[in-house]
């Protein structure tokens, strides 16, 4: 596929996506990289866009530089922005009371603190991004490992067997003392990528990932 053919492609998906006012936005292609420019009205609409393009096939790699605007009426303090997130982090089930540190500046969130659980970890984050005023998030929240490096591996292979979209045999998977995971390999596309990184992060004890993942 051309470059041109893909650019058209991801233009048509964003004009499809409902949660996207594409208008304001750019793209270009090169390499099967996808480059979004111009500005969106919400954080939330700027994760959509991301996530229309990363469903276009072809498409190999995304460079986000969308930039979050609010019309001036909409602009939220950030002592409100950082207020209203406590409020919903403290109304998540998921997430461990008083776990979540929040510091609002100029609109971007930071997230610091420490969970158990990779799934923790996000739910926090998505508590948060759609708030009206928020630009961005910043997830600094750490996970607790509390097992041995040679149960995450194995947990993990075991995960990628019974993903009916993954190819287990092409991952290779590697880990580190402090629950640091390094995936390696090829996959066909986006969706195997992803369904790869998840699986890894749903182990107990991962910490982080480090995605050394290519599109073949």
């Known amino acids: ?5 893909l650019r058209q492609f991801v233009i048509d998906e964003l004009d499809f ?6 208008e304001h936005m750019g793209v270009a292609v090169e390499n099967g990289v996808a480059t979004l420019s111009g500005h969106v009205e919400s954080f939330a609409e700027k994760l959509a866009a991301v996530a229309a393009v990363r469903r276009v096939k072809g498409v190999r790699g995304i460079a986000d530089e969308i930039e979050v605007r609010f019309p001036n009426e909409k602009k939220t303090a950030d002592d409100q922005i950082a207020s209203r997130a406590a409020d919903i982090i403290r109304w998540n089930a998921v997430v461990p009371q008083n776990a979540i540190e929040i510091t609002v500046r100029n609109g971007w969130v930071t997230l610091s603190g420490h969970v158990d659980w990779w799934y923790q970890r996000t739910n926090a984050e998505n508590a948060v ?3 009206t005023g928020v630009s961005g998030v ?3 929240i750490t996970i607790r490992p509390h097992v041995q490096p040679i149960d995450v591996k194995r947990k993990i292979e075991d995960a990628f067997k019974r993903r009916a979209e993954l190819d287990s045999e ?3 998977v590697a880990v580190s003392d402090g629950g640091k995971i390094t995936l390696q390999g090829t996959v ?3 969706r195997e990528h992803n369904a790869a990184v998840d699986a890894a992060w749903s182990a107990p004890g991962v910490a982080s990932v480090e995605d050394r993942l290519t599109l073949g």
Do not use: C, F, G, Q
Not at 17 to 22: F, I, K, L, M, Q
């Open 1 to 5: 596929m051309t470059d041109k053919s």
């Open 17 to 22: 996506e409902p949660s996207v006012d594409a």
């Open 129 to 131: 991004r759609k708030l």
């Open 138 to 140: 910043i997830n600094n």
């Open 170 to 172: 092409a991952i290779r």
């Open 188 to 190: 066909h596309d986006w």
